[in-house]
């Protein structure tokens, strides 16, 4: 399966950008996402299998934070399936890689943490990447904890590493749920 997904709320030059690579896209579905919760996204990781093509205009395309992007970048990668993006022509496991790169190196404004750092004993990276969509969702935190089988503490230690959402941006039910 050869995917284009847009994430049709960003104001962003897609379609001259989409002229620019319409031999590349040539054949491909094209799925337009308007939903704030990203839902369609959500939808496709989760179809996409081993073989597939997703091409995505750029990055913000993938996510609305660099957590949610670098997450769904992970999730097709380890589907199998093979990312582009196509504004700077890009493959999804070379920006992997420099993420990786990137996170090994020290960071003053974070605290440093531990090799065996309580949220990554058991938060296996599907089920870091499971609580970071389910966040971004809007999913309290105590049925996020059920749905991966981690407990409520560590779900909100692996929230509060990737900084997920600020508190400032959590809609007005979840204020309500166990945070």
């Known amino acids: 399966m050869r995917v284009v997904y847009i994430h049709s ?5 897609t379609a001259d950008l989409l002229d620019r690579h319409a031999a590349v896209i040539a054949g491909a579905r094209v799925l337009r996402d308007s939903s704030a919760e990203w839902a369609g996204r959500d939808t496709l990781l989760t179809l996409l299998a ?11 395309h ?23 993006l196509l504004q700077d ?6 920006i992997l890689r420099a993420a990786a790169l990137l996170e090994s190196l020290p960071d003053a404004d974070r605290p440093s943490l531990r090799r065996d750092s309580r949220p990554y004993h058991r938060a296996t990276p ?5 609580i970071l969509a389910l966040t971004a ?3 309290p935190i105590r049925v996020i904890a059920e749905t991966v089988g981690l407990s409520s503490g560590t779900v909100v230690r692996v929230r509060r590493i990737h900084r997920v959402l600020p508190h400032a941006s959590w809609p007005s039910e979840c204020l309500s749920s166990a945070d």
């Open 89 to 94: 022509d890009l493959d999804g496991i070379s």
């Open 9 to 13: 709320t960003l104001v962003s030059p």
């Open 137 to 139: 969702t809007g999913t």
């Open 50 to 60: 081993d073989g597939d093509e997703l091409l995505v205009p750029g990055l913000e």
């Open 126 to 130: 599907e089920r870091v990447a499971e």
């Open 62 to 84: 993938l996510g609305a934070t660099s957590s949610m992007i670098l997450a769904s970048l992970r999730r097709a990668v380890e589907a199998g399936a093979r990312v582009t």
